[in-house]
């Protein structure tokens, strides 16, 4: 099975960026869609954003699309969020998951937690105002 590994959290002020990584461990990369997702405190984990095996194709939550963008390097095992025009409302754990599903992506699947088998421990980010 597959560990996924954060990092690149921090703070931040408003309107400013961040690069998240996620490192993978245990398993081949490309047969895995990968995910981000972010919760904050009191609040159900959200989707942000999902690409396909090969990153040919990627998925995004209205509220995020085009201020995040995600990225893969299968060869590097590596998973990349780039953080722009920064929230305080963006706020939140960042958490980046692995999925070992074979619907044709993009999916709603895909935009679910529970469509995500493995997680990793999550990097804080916070936007100051």
């Known amino acids: 099975q597959v560990q996924l590994v954060e990092s690149g959290g921090g703070l931040v002020q408003a309107g400013g960026s961040l690069r998240l990584s996620c490192a993978a461990s245990?398993?081949?990369?490309?047969?895995?869609?990968m995910g981000w997702f972010r919760q904050a405190p009191g609040k159900e984990r959200d989707f942000l954003a999902a690409?396909?095996?090969?990153?040919?194709?990627?998925s995004y939550a209205e509220s995020v699309k085009g201020r995040f963008t995600i990225a893969r390097d299968n060869a590097k095992n590596m998973v990349y969020l780039q953080l722009d025009k920064l929230k305080p409302e963006d706020t939140a754990v960042f958490y980046c998951?692995?999925?070992?599903?074979?619907?044709?992506?993009?999916?709603?699947?895909?935009?679910?937690?529970?469509?995500?088998?493995?997680w990793g421990q999550g990097t804080q980010v916070t936007v100051s105002s």
């Open positions: 245990g398993g081949t990369l490309s047969n895995y869609v």
């Open positions: 998951a692995a999925s070992t599903g074979s619907v044709i992506f993009p999916s709603d699947t895909y935009h679910r937690a529970d469509g995500y088998d493995y």
């Open positions: 690409i396909a095996w090969s990153g040919t194709r990627e």
